[in-house]
């Protein structure tokens, strides 16, 4: 009498299919955790453009209160020693105003932040309508 031995065990095809499938699962978990970092770097970026236009803002509106005029503002920008806090990003801010006979009502400002993230040139603009106070008068360009 023949006594068979069963041998178990996986063949070649089937060691080479589940690699197959490993594969296939840990590529799509890396490039799900590369989108999900490049995402988390933009969030990240823009949230600190945020901060900056809202320092910026804030320093302006203080500015325009204490009664600087868009002349003032242009040749001393009052914000300029706070943004040293964020290196690597730079401000430019445009002023646009609402005439009305005597005064302006209203300054129209435009705020650029701009970075360099992950060697790409980034920007953010936020703009921003300011009322005039009603004891401040802006002088009308």
Do not use: C
């Not at 080479?16 to 490039?31: E, K, M, R």
């Not at 600190?48 to 204490?66: F, H």
């Not at 020693?81 to 990003?89: A, E, F, N």
């Amino acid at each position: 009498m023949k006594v068979q031995h069963k041998e178990s065990g996986f063949t070649l095809l089937e060691v080479v299919v589940a690699l197959g499938i490993l594969t296939v699962g840990v590529s799509a978990a890396i490039s799900l955790f590369a989108a999900g970092t490049a995402s988390h770097r933009r969030a990240v970026d823009r949230i600190r453009a945020i901060e900056v236009s809202e320092v910026v803002l804030s320093a302006l509106e203080g500015t325009i209160r204490d009664g600087a005029t868009v002349t003032d503002l242009i040749q001393n920008p009052p914000w300029q020693p706070l943004i040293s806090r964020w290196p690597g990003i730079s401000v430019e801010v445009r002023y646009g105003t609402v005439p009305k006979v005597d005064f302006t009502d209203e300054l129209l400002v435009e705020i650029h932040v701009q970075w360099i993230s992950r060697g790409l040139d980034s920007e953010e603009v936020f703009r921003q309508i300011v009322p005039r106070m009603r004891s401040i008068r802006l002088d009308a360009p």
